[in-house]
C-alpha cells in the first residue's frame, strides 16, 4: 500500500511540471513537437520504439522552434519587468477585466489566458488571467 502512494505522489508531481513547463513557446513547442513525432513515428514503423524515437526527435526540433518564437516575441515586447507582467483583474462581467495600470476595463474575450495585452493609456503591457 505504501509503494502505490508514493507512486501516485511520484506521477502527481511529474505531472505538475510537465504541465507548467508547456507555459513557455519553448515548453509548449517541445510537447507538440514530441506528439507529433510520437504519432508518426509509431505510425511508420508500427512499434514502441519508433514512437520512442519519433518523440524525442519531435521534441527536440519543437523546442528549437519554441525558442525562436521566444526570441521572436522577446523583440517584439522587449524584456518583461522584474517579477514578470501584471495581471488585470476581472471586471464582474466574462471576459472583461480591468487593466492593473489605469482600472480602465478591456474586453479580452479573443485573449487566451496568460496572453499579453497593452494597455492604451500607459502602453506598458498585462496579462489576461
Same mark, same amino acid.
Given at each position: 500500500?505504501?509503494?502505490n502512494i508514493? &507512486?501516485?505522489v511520484l506521477l ?12 513557455? *513557446? ?6 507538440w513537437g ?14 514502441v520504439?519508433?514512437?520512442?524515437? +519519433?518523440? $524525442?526527435a519531435?521534441?527536440?526540433a519543437g523546442a528549437?522552434?519554441? $525558442?525562436?518564437?521566444q526570441q521572436d516575441q522577446a523583440?517584439r515586447?522587449?524584456? *518583461?519587468?522584474?517579477? +514578470? ?6 471586471? +464582474?462581467?466574462p ?9 480602465? &476595463? ?11 495585452t497593452r494597455? &492604451?493609456?500607459t ?5 489576461? *488571467?
Amino acid at each position: 500500500m505504501r509503494g502505490n502512494i508514493f &507512486v501516485a505522489v511520484l506521477l502527481a508531481t511529474l505531472s505538475s511540471l510537465i504541465f507548467s513547463s508547456c507555459d513557455t *513557446p519553448v515548453g509548449q513547442g517541445a510537447a507538440w513537437g514530441a506528439a507529433t513525432g510520437a504519432i508518426i513515428g509509431g505510425a511508420a514503423t508500427g512499434h514502441v520504439r519508433g514512437a520512442s524515437i +519519433g518523440a $524525442a526527435a519531435g521534441a527536440a526540433a519543437g523546442a528549437l522552434t519554441g $525558442a525562436a518564437i521566444q526570441q521572436d516575441q522577446a523583440a517584439r515586447y522587449g524584456p *518583461p519587468p522584474p517579477g +514578470g507582467y501584471p495581471y488585470a483583474r476581472w471586471a +464582474g462581467t466574462p471576459g472583461f477585466y480591468y487593466s492593473p495600470y489605469t482600472g480602465r &476595463v478591456y474586453d479580452l474575450r479573443g485573449v487566451p489566458p496568460g496572453g499579453l495585452t497593452r494597455d &492604451v493609456d500607459t502602453g506598458r503591457l498585462f496579462r489576461k *488571467p
